[in-house]
């Protein structure tokens, strides 16, 4: 009986409770994350934590709850955030689903969906954004990844066009220095 599997077939690194480990970590093959890393995360399949990270995390995609996270996550797919969950660091997703809390950047090449128990403290770049009732957003979002030209929903009209040429050509106003009044003695 071999214990160890065949070359290439993917395996599942499990690190339970209670375990600390304190540096980097590479894995080609699933993680099952429930300890404390002091170190980045580096998979090319999912990763699953439900403990601490204090590090950067690279993988295919990413499942997280009752975890806290600190760093940067770059996901080649999609990356969930459940209950319970909170992540100090921008996130690159492919797709995000969040009902944790998150403060940090988001861009993300799909959909961001922000569940009602979500706190988010980010700028969002998505293609597109679901809010639920209850969720709360704080900071800027762009569907820059939308397949939408605003020009031509909302064209440049002649009127528009006149009122920027004017506010160009005229002369910026120049800040007089003020008269300063002498001391009496």
Do not use: W
Request: proline fraction near 2%.
């Amino acid at each position: 009986m071999n214990n160890f599997g065949e070359a290439g077939s993917a395996e599942v690194a499990i690190i339970p409770k209670g375990t600390v480990i304190n540096g980097n970590i590479e894995i080609d093959g699933k993680l099952d994350m429930h300890g404390e890393i002091n170190g980045n995360i580096v998979s090319n399949d999912r990763v699953n934590i439900t403990g601490t990270v204090t590090g950067d995390i690279k993988a295919n995609d990413l499942y997280t709850k009752d975890s806290f996270i600190e760093g940067k996550i770059e996901c080649t797919q999609g990356a969930v955030v459940r209950d319970n969950t909170v992540i100090l660091g921008d996130i690159f997703a492919d797709s995000l689903e969040v009902d944790g809390a998150i403060q940090g950047k988001l861009d993300v090449k799909g959909c961001v969906i922000v569940g009602d128990t979500a706190i988010v403290d980010s700028d969002i770049r998505a293609k597109a954004i679901q809010v639920s009732n209850g969720a709360a957003i704080n900071g800027f979002c762009s569907l820059c990844y939308a397949e939408i030209n605003m020009d031509d929903i909302f064209p440049v009209t002649e009127q528009k066009a006149e009122t920027q040429e004017e506010e160009a050509e005229k002369p910026k106003a120049v800040a007089k220095p003020k008269a300063t009044a002498k001391a009496k003695k």
